[in-house]
């Protein structure tokens, strides 16, 4: 027997998406997420360091995170926020700063387990390949096909109020060992870069202007060193640098929170480049020596025994330079885009990537597919499931 639920794609399992499926997932929706990684979490994604668990890149809370805070109320983990004082170098005053006692994979794990609970399905290793629409001619009802689409399903009215009649949608995915999966939804959620979503919806009929306001959107990638050392390299939580560097930030994270139980001093050093800068194409051990030789700058007397491991990750599309210049959450009946190019970070010193920001427009993207797909009565058969819902 088929699923008579609404059903949504959500594309990324970062914070953004994970966030968009737990909401979805308890009014009512068939929510099935794709990544491409092995792990959850996008930007905000974990490795066992020690007998913890530590972002691959720096995070923190700000008390001004109200909708992040929020969140963690509602999953549960509100104990397990803790409030630190850091120092950040050439500051007089202390921020203070927070973060969970197991770390955010726990608000990752959360989210997950809510998600599956609520009958969502999480994919991992699906990376998307091609977006597509069913063609309208081919929607009939449930008694005449598989499509799930109700008999006076003839349109949908999409945030600007145009009627078109409404598709269902084709997800293709490529598996790890380069096998094809395809998922068919009434709803699609992307929540990765727009670069990579006008690549792949060439097949769709997206106006022009959408398409291009997708291109001008640029970004400036990430690398960032996660070293664990021996001993603590400096006084300070977050220190900028001052000449050039292929880093421009170090974030010495137990500074703020304490040894724990990572078995060593846990150090970040943050770099943005644009694409073009040689060191982006070079392997991790190159790039390892290029920041270790300007860390050497800051402190003379560090030797490479005195690092106990490392670890590099990269983030292609990780700071958009750019904004887009209109509205791109909808740009079809059914198809939405929640990208962190639309996300205003409000970071000051660009010290870390803030979350607050990515989590409000999450919910807010959610409560507006919920609306419209409301707003649409009789348009598929799972629109009766989820009006008893309500």
């Known amino acids: 027997m088929s699923d008579p639920r609404p059903s949504i794609c959500v594309v990324g399992a970062g914070i953004s998406g994970l966030v968009c499926a737990w909401e979805l997932s308890r009014k009512g929706f068939a929510v099935q997420v794709v990544e491409q990684h092995s792990t959850a979490g996008g930007m905000l ?9 530590l972002e691959l890149l720096p995070h923190h809370i700000r008390k001004s995170d109200r909708n992040l805070i929020s969140l963690l109320k509602e999953l549960g983990l509100q104990d397990d926020l803790a409030w630190f004082d850091s120092l950040w170098y050439g500051r007089v005053g202390r921020k203070k700063l927070g973060y969970l006692e197991r770390g955010f994979h726990s608000l990752i794990s959360a989210l997950s387990q809510e998600i599956t609970d609520s009958g969502g399905l999480i994919h991992y290793g699906y990376t998307v390949m091609d977006i597509s629409q069913t063609d309208p001619a081919d929607i009939s009802s449930p008694q005449g096909g598989s499509s799930g689409v109700s008999a006076g399903a003839s349109s949908f009215s999409n945030s600007t109020g145009t009627d078109m009649p409404y598709p269902r949608y084709q997800i293709a995915c490529v598996l790890a060992d380069c096998t094809t999966v395809v998922i068919e939804t009434d709803t699609v959620l992307f929540t990765a870069s727009c670069r990579n979503f006008a690549h792949i919806t060439h097949n769709l009929l997206i106006p022009t202007d959408y398409r291009d306001a997708l291109m001008d959107v640029t970004y400036k990638a990430n690398m960032c060193l996660l070293l664990l050392m021996k001993t603590q390299f400096t006084g300070c939580f977050s220190r900028p640098i001052s000449f050039e560097s292929p880093f421009q930030r170090m974030i010495e994270h137990t500074n703020l929170v304490g040894a724990r139980r990572y078995g060593g001093h846990v150090l970040y050093l943050s770099g943005s ?22 860390l050497q700058l800051v402190n003379p007397t560090i030797v ?22 209109n509205q ?8 939405y885009v929640n990208s962190l190019a639309m996300v205003d970070d409000g970071g000051e010193d660009g010290s870390e990537y803030r ?26 058969s799972g629109s009766a499931a989820i009006d008893r819902i309500f």
Not at 273 to 294: G, R, Y
Not at 304 to 325: C, E, F, Q
Not at 328 to 335: F, I, V
């Open 45 to 53: 994604a974990s490795m066992r360091i020690g007998h913890e668990y």
């Open 273 to 294: 480049f644009v694409t073009s800068h040689p060191l982006w194409t070079q392997s991790d051990a190159e790039v390892f020596q290029a920041f270790f030789k300007n």
């Open 304 to 325: 490479r025994s005195d690092i106990l491991n490392w670890r590099l990750t990269r983030n292609r599309y990780a700071t958009p330079t750019t904004r887009p210049g």
């Open 328 to 335: 791109l959450l909808a740009p079809l009946p059914g198809l």
């Open 355 to 380: 979350m607050d920001p990515c989590v409000a427009l999450a919910r807010q993207t959610a409560r507006q597919i919920e609306q419209e797909y409301m707003s649409a009565p009789q348009k598929i």
